[in-house]
């Protein structure tokens, strides 16, 4: 007999995801296109769905209760529209609904946020993506004028070895999740429990560690703002001395002082990487002979 | 706003560590706008002229810059006025401990800008695009990547500096565009590097989830807090979901073996001076980080106590280790191209590496064991961009990159055969030359280890990488016969004169392999010395007492005379 680790899964578990992981990629499968571009019949697509949901709904049962009734009804509600508009995100026909999908995946990422505490980073996803991104791939999927599906619409090349790979790589993190999971009932073992606790260190943790004595000084900073809401970040701080903050203050300011400080070289190297990938864009978009004002031909 | 609004202002010294940093990230962008500015109207050969050797002039000024703190360190007394930090202060952390500013980022960011200013003077001797002034200007942004790659303590800056550096790879692959299999190598590298970066985002942040912090000091005293030092991976499955993905994401930029596939078609693909930079300088900064974040890191999670063949990552990255060397000399044994075999051969280099890095980890003497693999990783690097020369004066001359394209070389420049036979007897390991030097040193402290703990499996390993040392021999003498056992064939362009921009990388590869053998130990105790930060960033003392730990932070307020 192999020795199972305390926080080994259950094997009814262990069986249900291996039975939810395989219909879903044999699911998957069938619902891909022909590597050679031909017709599939009408009965495989419907084998393909029925499999495929058969699969969510194990995975489904997976799930626990929420744990407040109008925060979990808000989770779920938010959690699967964004599912749901990234699937029809990838299976639109037409780019512009697409786009459209994408809009709707990335407001209810925001209304996540929003359930975090994470206020500003809502507005600012609100702001960039649905405000500036989607317009942006509209305007290019318009001027692009775009007939009919591509090639790579209509064929797909390896399916098998691409489900493979793909529910290889889901099967490894629901094992992980399962391994860590507290099961339903709250009947978990005593071990389990204890594990979960020590995988799974908070800041504030590291901030008992760190306390006054030990550890150098600016990360002990940057861990204290890093457990403080948003809301309460004090763009006023005296590194030295941290003060119980003043609710008084704007937070986004806080906000900004912390990134502009603390996080500084991140900010800045972020705009780097920015930069550089437009300028490489460009760089490469170009035809084959980029467009120069030569002295042979005369130019304005 | 009043000033009062920004709390800390960086502080002179915090400059100062990224001097040569931004002087190469302003300096592409000056080389952009003389580009599209004063040499709008200029043929392709004149700017390819004029803008290599401003951007080469760049590359002088950072190094210059880069080299002062080393000097300063080797004797503080010289430099009285110019950068008056008492180099008995600790080494610091700068930026919030998010960057690191000590003797190992100053002999890094020097080291990698000798490269640099090798691969730019290399551009210079074949034309292989038209877009000079984003070619010029990416190779000095990957750099920059490159340089704060190496320096990152942070696991948010290590990724953004990884990405800024593989992103402008990726594009300075795919430039020629008169060649097709520049793009597809371009497109390979992209991929299978967009994927893997993804993997490694994804390792980066179940770290933060299980640790509460991306500072690489903070990931280590939550890991070992509670006193047990080592714990392994046992029954820990999240972390060891985090170790694999991270893993992917170094074993892609390393290029070990279950993540190679992208090294041999991008290394085609590219123009020769591009590949002596992938091969080089992104692999330099690569080990860099890995070492800080496996060996520092997450270094109690690298096995139990007693045994290293159990559950933890120094078993995976021992299997890694022996596959990739094996797999990299076997498949280069096949090659007829000489940059495929150049590309294989680095993967096997690469798995040589991590030997030396599975010692620092396991080893009683770490920092040695660390030392050896920054010494090989400099021997490697400056002996391989010597051959990627040579890859660029085949291509410049022939058009192609066959090893057959060096027939009767031995004949027509014999001074250059000569260097070339020592860049690959270098490259195989042996006895008079940096090479075998540093395979030795790396292997010897692979083999120095007072503790039995994973002495089999390092055992195992040397004796893995010393067969395949000799296997490696086979495909580099191919390329000693091709020059002198082989006659120039009829009806073909012989090579013609190699000039400086070519000469000038062979020849300095072929003295640094030379010098390195002959006085290995300067460079080695140097490298070593710079080592022990890569194993203790960011502090010499254990952080016992708040006045040593506010030494450590608070930067040396002494006066800065600014360079001007």
């Known amino acids: ?300 | 706003m009043s000033p009062t609004l920004i709390p800390n202002m960086p502080s002179p010294h915090e400059l100062l560590a990224l001097l040569p940093a931004m002087i190469l990230a302003v300096w592409g962008l000056v080389v952009l706008i003389v580009d599209f500015g004063v040499l709008r109207r200029s043929s392709s050969d004149r700017r390819q002229n004029f803008l290599g050797i401003l951007t080469l002039f760049g590359v002088l000024v950072a190094m210059a810059c880069s080299v002062v703190p080393i000097l300063h360190r080797a004797s503080p007394d010289q430099f009285p006025g110019v950068l008056n930090v008492n180099s008995s202060e600790p080494d610091l952390l700068v930026f919030f401990g998010t960057i690191a500013s000590d003797s190992l980022t100053e002999w890094v960011n020097f080291i990698l800008l000798g490269l640099l200013a090798l691969t730019v003077g290399l551009s210079l001797s074949y034309h292989f695009t038209d877009q000079w002034g984003e070619y010029f200007a990416l190779i000095l942004w990957a750099s920059v990547g490159m340089m704060l790659l190496a320096a990152s303590e942070e696991l948010l800056t290590l990724f953004l500096t990884l990405e800024t550096m593989t992103i402008c790879l990726y594009l300075a692959t795919a430039i020629e565009k008169d060649r097709k299999r520049s793009a597809e190598g371009g497109l390979k590298y992209f991929v299978y590097g967009s994927v893997s970066s993804a993997m490694f985002l994804f390792g980066l942040s179940l770290v933060y989830g299980l640790t509460g912090s991306t500072r690489l000091e903070a990931i280590q005293v939550a890991l070992s807090g509670s006193g047990t030092v080592l714990t392994g991976l046992e029954g820990n499955v999240a972390a060891a979901a985090a170790v694999l993905l991270v893993l992917v994401g170094f074993g892609f930029k390393i290029a070990a073996v279950p993540f190679h596939q992208w090294a041999p078609d991008a290394y085609e693909g590219a123009p020769a001076p591009v590949t002596a930079w992938v091969a080089t300088g992104s692999k330099i900064a690569s080990f860099v980080a890995l070492i800080k974040v496996l060996v520092y890191g997450l270094g109690t999670w690298s096995s139990e106590p007693g045994t290293v063949t159990g559950p933890g990552w120094i078993g995976i990255v021992a299997v890694i280790s022996a596959v990739t060397m094996t797999y990299g000399n076997f498949a280069a044994l096949a090659q007829k191209n000489f940059k495929r075999m150049l590309a294989y051969s680095s993967i096997a280099h690469a798995g040589y590496m991590l030997v030396g890095v599975l010692a620092a980890s396991v080893s009683t003497h770490p920092n040695e064991a660390a030392g050896t693999v920054l010494f090989y990783l400099v021997v490697y690097s400056f002996t391989n961009v010597g051959a990627f020369a040579v890859a660029a004066w085949i291509v410049r001359d022939r058009g192609t990159d066959e090893i057959a394209d060096l027939n009767g070389l031995g004949h027509t420049y014999p001074g250059m055969a000569v260097c070339i036979v020592l860049l690959m007897l270098s490259l195989i390991g042996m006895p008079p030359l940096g090479g075998f030097f540093a395979k030795i040193a790396m292997f010897a402290e692979a083999m120095n280890n007072e503790s039995s703990r994973g002495q089999v499996v390092l055992t195992w390993l040397v004796a893995i990488g010393l067969f395949n040392s000799v296997v490696s021999a086979f495909y580099y003498v191919r390329v000693l016969k091709a020059m002198f056992l082989r006659d120039v064939p009829e009806g073909v362009q012989p090579l013609g004169q190699p000039g400086r921009a070519i000469s000038i990388p062979i020849v300095l590869g072929t003295l640094v392999a030379l010098g390195t053998g002959i006085y290995p130990s300067i460079l080695q105790s140097n490298m070593q010395g710079a080592a022990v930060h890569m194993l203790h960033p960011g502090k010499l003392e254990t952080k016992t007492t708040s006045s040593s730990a506010l030494q450590l932070v608070v930067p040396a307020q002494v006066a800065l005379t600014p360079k001007s």
């Open chain 1, 1 to 300: 007999m192999i020795e199972m680790p305390d926080n080994f899964p259950a094997i009814s578990d262990l069986f249900r995801a291996i039975l939810a992981i395989v219909c879903g990629a044999i699911g998957t499968y069938l619902l891909l296109p022909h590597p050679h571009g031909r017709i599939k019949a009408r009965n495989v697509h419907i084998l393909g769905v029925g499999l495929t949901a058969l699969g969510l709904v194990l995975l489904a049962s997976f799930w626990n209760a929420p744990a407040s009734l109008i925060s979990g009804f808000f989770f779920y509600l938010f959690g699967l529209s964004a599912l749901g508009g990234a699937v029809l995100t990838v299976t639109s026909r037409n780019p512009v609904y697409s786009a459209l999908w994408f809009a709707a995946v990335v407001l209810s990422t925001a209304g996540l946020f929003l359930l975090a505490g994470a206020q500003f980073l809502a507005a600012g996803t609100i702001i960039v993506y649905a405000g500036a991104i989607i317009v942006t791939f509209l305007f290019v999927i318009m001027l692009a004028q775009m007939e009919g599906k591509a090639r790579y619409d209509r064929s797909s090349r390896s399916p098998a070895a691409a489900t493979f790979t793909s529910y290889l790589l889901l099967w490894s993190l629901v094992f992980a999740v399962l391994c860590l999971r507290v099961p339903v009932g709250g009947v978990s073992p005593a071990t389990n429990q204890a594990s979960l606790a020590n995988r799974l260190r908070p800041t504030t943790y590291l901030l008992d560690i760190y306390g006054g004595q030990m550890g150098s000084r600016s990360i002990n900073s940057v861990l204290r703002e890093s457990v403080r809401p948003t809301a309460l970040l004090d763009p006023r701080k005296d590194r030295s001395k941290v003060a119980d903050a003043d609710p008084t203050i704007p937070h986004v300011a806080g906000l900004g002082a912390t990134m502009f400080t603390d996080h500084l070289i991140t900010v800045e190297l972020s705009g780097i990487l920015l930069f550089v990938a437009l300028v490489g864009a460009i760089a490469i978009a170009q035809p084959k002979k980029p467009i120069r004002p030569t002295i042979a031909t005369p130019s304005a």
